[in-house]
């Protein structure tokens, strides 16, 4: 069993920057893939980021490359999504999750609670 926590989301200004952290029980980690979704209101829950479990693959959405940054630290248990350049339609909640292949689809074993990112224009 794996447990994951976020943090790190608030209210931010457009154009301005946070970063998400997303803590990890068990001593497993660094065999799961990881990966950042959002689900902003009333719309459906959408991939952001990926990173395989060594860190050396990582893929992005179309609307976030280029603005958003994933990683991880196998040696403290924690996957990262930095962004920069927020914009108002990046207001969501951020969740992250835990599976045994990298992929793009929700086909994670694991997720988060999640946490709330607004982007004030």
């Known amino acids: 069993q794996v447990q994951l926590v976020e943090s790190g989301g608030g209210l931010v200004q457009a154009g301005g920057s946070l970063r998400l952290s997303c803590a990890t029980s068990?001593?497993?980690?660094?065999?799961?893939?990881m990966a950042w979704f959002r689900q902003a209101p009333g719309k459906e829950r959408k991939f952001v980021a990926a990173?395989?479990?060594?860190?050396?693959?990582?893929y992005y959405a179309d609307s976030v490359k280029g603005r958003f940054t994933i990683s991880r630290d196998n040696t403290e248990n924690r996957v990262y999504l930095q962004m920069n350049s927020l914009k108002p339609e990046d207001t969501a909640v951020y969740y992250c999750?835990?599976?045994?292949?990298?992929?793009?689809?929700?086909?994670?074993?694991?997720w988060g609670q999640g946490t709330l990112v607004t982007v004030s224009s």
């Open positions: 999750a835990a599976g045994l292949r990298i992929t793009a689809t929700r086909d994670y074993d694991y």
């Open positions: 068990g001593r497993t980690f660094s065999s799961y893939a």
């Open positions: 990173i395989s479990s060594s860190g050396s693959r990582t």
